[in-house]
């Protein structure tokens, strides 16, 4: 695959691979649940984030202007005191929930909202409307959520977390291609999923399904339903398959994002912050997800919310991003939207 064709024009043999890839998460996912959701989140979790906040740095880092990095900036840094004083024990835990998603429509406002209003001045921006409307509709229902069910909505979050690879893919494809581009990782993100959430695969295994193999002492499954199913759902009797859909898009947004993503960066994309080069970046990433993994195996649900801290920054980080990067894209290429959508040197997506 080409540099920013993620998949409008994707060569035959990626096509196959990466649709083995998600036949083979959706089968293993239906058969261990509990063992692959607690194996990959021990093993890719923490790699996948520090992927993705490069490849987030790298592509955005220089098109964004410094006042949308500062807003942004400025929120990770009281959500991460928040979890931490929480995990300290002296924020009550049910507290955390609303003041994160009141956090992010504030930021959602303050950053988001202003750089697609200035894309709007450009005719290249038509992505700019889009943007302005997604804000609006994203920062009523954090606002809702936060407010009525904020336990509910953050479990939808990290639903949706999952799927976030098909927009920055679809970003990062060529114009004339993104309508292929939507489809096609659609397909994958949201298509796969669902037919696991439907019941497919379970229909298919159902003899060889073992909802209750674990690697390690991880507590049962059921227990783990809090990571993706609202409260209501957990007693459902489709909940195993629900559960095992959500596994199954966690399995293909860590293989999107650590293999896929960096493979469409260009090489003259360069990341803001002093990233280690790409050999031994991932030998860092190699070395601390090994020291995780030992604290997953020793203590599970310390490590688990140990890497809640790092997983809260690259998640809060996606939403008003991607709405940036919304607002930027144009009818012909994907400009800098600094400076009300004037071209600042940043690299064309072509």
């Known amino acids: 695959m080409t540099t920013a064709e993620p998949a409008g024009h994707a060569r035959p043999t990626f096509v196959v691979a990466v649709g083995a890839c998600a036949i083979l998460a959706a089968v293993v996912a239906t058969l261990w649940p509990l063992f692959v959701y607690t194996v990959s989140l021990a093993t890719l979790g923490l790699a996948h984030v520090l992927t993705e906040l490069r490849y987030v740095d790298a592509r955005f880092g220089r098109r964004l202007p410094d006042r949308f990095w500062l807003a942004v900036g400025a929120l990770l840094v009281v959500l991460v005191g ?3 004083i929480t995990l300290g024990g002296w924020l009550p835990a049910g507290a955390l929930a609303p003041t994160e998603l009141l956090l992010l429509s ?4 303050t ?9 709007r001045q450009s005719t290249r921006q038509p992505g700019a409307v889009a943007a302005l409307v ?3 509709a994203l920062v009523s229902v954090v606002v809702y959520g936060a407010l009525r069910g904020p336990l509910e909505l953050l479990v939808l979050f990290a639903v949706l977390h999952n799927a976030t690879p098909l927009l920055f893919l679809v970003e990062r494809a060529p114009p004339g291609r993104r309508r292929l581009a939507a ?26 399904i073992d909802l209750h193999a674990r690697p390690w002492r991880t507590g049962s499954l059921v227990e783990h339903y809090v990571a993706y199913l609202p409260p209501a759902l957990r007693g459902d009797p489709r909940a195993a398959q629900l559960f095992s859909a959500a596994v199954t898009a ?21 990341p803001r912050l002093p990233w280690p080069r790409s050999p031994v970046f991932a030998v860092v990433v190699v070395a601390l997800s090994a020291g995780l993994l030992a604290h997953f195996v020793v203590d599970f ?3 688990r919310a140990l890497y809640g801290l790092a997983a809260a920054v690259h998640a809060w980080l996606e939403w008003p991003v991607l709405l940036a990067a919304l607002g930027g894209l144009g009818a012909d290429d994907v400009g800098d939207v600094r400076d009300g959508g004037r071209d600042a040197g940043a690299p064309a997506a072509r």
């Not at 504030?106 to 406002?109: F, I, N, P, Q, S």
């Not at 966690?250 to 360069?270: F, K, M, N, S």
């Open 82 to 84: 928040l979890r931490g």
């Open 106 to 109: 504030v930021v959602l406002v």
């Open 111 to 119: 950053a988001a909202g202003p750089l697609a209003a200035a894309a």
């Open 134 to 136: 997604a804000t609006v």
């Open 183 to 208: 489809v096609a990782t659609t397909a994958l993100f949201v298509g796969v999923p669902a037919l696991v959430a439907a019941g497919a695969t379970t229909t298919l295994l159902s003899e060889a």
């Open 250 to 270: 966690q399995l293909l947004h860590y293989g999107a994002v650590i293999v896929w993503l960096p493979r469409t960066l260009g090489a003259d994309e360069r």
């Open 301 to 303: 649900v310390g490590a």
